[in-house]
């Protein structure tokens, strides 16, 4: 079974630009999960979606982070404009459902903001 | 709030032999799961073990093994006869159920050496 997939792998940016980010979960599974893991720490959730709705959002810096996974598969992560502090690896996850508790991690993309 | 603590920033092994990684959480809740995960350099977390609240029974994978202490709140890793390719980070993550869904919360990680 193919696993989580994300492109890009790596991407280098200057402050104020936008970037974006793609995930395409294990097929069949539901729930896909956003995280922002800045260098030395343990991922931090971002953003939580079941199929096409967002389930949990509070820790998304609404003001220049967004996301989206319009048919309930694929989801795009996009910030707008990137701030040096943005410089992290942001990793996608899936689980089968909501109320299942394994999730499985893409490789992440590392993004780097000069 | 609902922290997970992973006090041992970085550890070294010799090869072949064990190694014991700590983790401690805080939490008022009584259904929840506890993992840890490895996260070698090429960044995919990998599930290394699973363990249910619930279940008194440490969880087993192969050389994997977990000693689970709910009332203080511990979940620590043994790796035995230790390999190579086990050196990666480490993270243990926490999993409430909180209105039947789950989400992570994970510890800073532990830097496993494997020396040969």
């Known amino acids: 079974e193919a696993g989580v997939a994300q492109s890009p792998r790596y991407k280098i940016i200057e402050k104020r630009q936008s970037v974006a980010f793609w995930c395409n979960p294990i097929?069949?599974?539901?729930?896909l999960y956003w995280y922002q893991q800045i260098l030395g720490q343990g991922p931090k959730l971002l953003i939580q979606f079941q199929n096409n709705g967002v389930v949990d959002d509070s820790q998304l810096p609404k003001d220049r982070f967004s996301a989206e996974r319009l048919k309930g598969v694929d989801s795009t992560l996009k910030i707008q404009p990137a701030k040096l502090e943005d410089s992290a690896v942001y990793l996608c996850a899936s689980s089968l459902e909501l109320h299942t508790d394994t999730q499985y991690f893409g490789p992440g993309t590392r993004l780097t903001v000069l | 709030a609902q922290t997970v603590t992973q006090s041992q920033p970085e550890m070294s092994v010799q090869e072949a032999e064990t190694v014991t990684l700590s983790c401690t959480y805080d939490t008022s809740e009584s259904d929840y799961y506890l993992f840890w995960y490895k996260q070698p350099p090429s960044r995919q977390m990998i599930l290394v073990i699973r363990?249910?609240?619930?279940?008194?029974q440490n969880a087993t994978e192969n050389r994997f093994s977990v000693n689970f202490q709910k009332a203080a709140k511990s979940f620590s890793l043994k790796i035995s006869d230790s390999q190579l390719g086990d050196a990666a980070m480490y993270f243990c993550a926490y999993s409430p159920r909180t209105s039947g869904t789950y989400k992570y919360i994970f510890g800073t990680g532990t830097r496993l050496k494997v020396l040969a």
């Open positions: 097929s069949g599974h539901a729930t």
């Open positions: 363990q249910e609240a619930y279940k008194q």
